[in-house]
């Protein structure tokens, strides 16, 4: 999970990049789209497995775009009466599904390509058009992982960040297709389908990791030391409190859920502790992705 950094004042253009982050997300779907088309038909008449289980990783990506679409709609909804710190976490459940996804997609690819060695089908050449499509798909991820990681990091979004680091991990086992199927068309036919085994081993790893990650801010892991001791110092900063203590955090998608202690002067006036407690609350929402801050005032 990225560490969170202070935010700049961009109120005026999250409309644009909310845009920008459908637009990655669409472009993502239509390239998927035909790169799964491609190297499916590709891999059949070529009769390369290890282009078959990329074509099965380009659907799983397909499929991870439009999860990521729905989460991205539904976290953007208002909080109401069954939802009170709104509808964040449905990137986090979109990442725990993602993930679950990408495990299958590895178990599937795995299973197909042992079958190869037990004997279930011959090993044999395969056609030299499946490492053109192969190094066609390998160079079509890596730019598309380019471009999804800078509209993630510009709109700020796990979710994106995730699925661009899952294009990037797309480029990877096409380079690994790539060198399978080269090695293959040399005549090691061995080579294809054990291809097709770090593939599924590269989605397997990759899903496992996407779902502990989300498991662990759905049971409310809190944010990171960075960011925590950041959150700290602005407390700190602010005029009247004298310091804190029972700092406390849990991720909320996104966003982040803040309590906190603030030691204040024991002969201030109640007004005069709550305005410094809310200009504490402010400032820290101000600066950094939190979603609220719950403070409680004792007099030192």
């Known amino acids: 999970m990225p560490t969170m950094q202070p935010l700049p004042d961009h109120e005026h253009t999250d409309a644009r990049e909310q845009l920008a982050a459908r637009r990655s997300l669409w472009v993502s779907v239509a390239l998927n789209l035909l790169l799964t088309a491609l ?11 290890a282009l078959l289980a990329d074509a099965m990783h380009s659907l799983s990506d397909l ?9 991205g709609h539904h976290s953007r909804k208002e909080a109401d009466e069954d939802h009170h710190y709104g509808h964040q976490r449905y990137e986090t459940a979109a990442s725990l599904a993602l993930g679950v996804l990408l495990l299958a997609a590895g178990a599937g690819m ?3 390509a042992a079958g190869k060695f037990a004997g279930s089908s011959p090993l044999g050449s395969v056609h030299p058009a499946a490492l053109a499509v192969a190094l066609i798909t390998l160079l ?12 993630a990091e510009k709109v700020r979004s ?20 790539a060198l399978g199927i080269g090695g293959n068309l040399l005549g090691y036919t061995w080579l294809d389908p054990v291809a097709a085994l770090l593939v599924g081993f590269m989605v397997g790893k990759t899903g496992w990791e996407f779902a502990w990650d989300a498991l662990g801010d759905l049971m409310d892991r809190a944010a990171d030391e960075h ?8 407390l700190l900063d602010t005029p009247g409190v004298l310091g804190l203590h029972d700092l406390r955090t849990r991720r909320m998608g996104d966003m982040i859920l803040v309590d906190v202690h603030l030691e204040l002067a024991a002969e201030q006036s109640v007004r005069e502790g709550h305005d ?6 402010e400032r820290v929402m101000a600066a950094f992705p939190v979603l609220d801050v719950m403070t409680h005032v004792d007099p030192v």
């Open 39 to 49: 190297q499916a038909v590709t891999g059949l008449l070529a009769g390369s497995q």
């Open 63 to 71: 499929l991870a775009d439009f999860v990521a679409m729905l989460a």
């Open 110 to 112: 795995l299973w197909t």
């Open 140 to 151: 079509s991820k890596e730019g598309l992982f380019r471009y999804m990681l800078a509209i």
């Open 158 to 177: 796990s979710m994106l960040v995730a699925n661009a680091w899952h294009a990037r991990a797309d480029a990877a086992s096409s380079l690994v297709v």
């Open 227 to 234: 960011s925590v001791a950041a959150i700290r110092q602005t």
């Open 276 to 281: 410094i407690a809310v200009q504490a609350r």
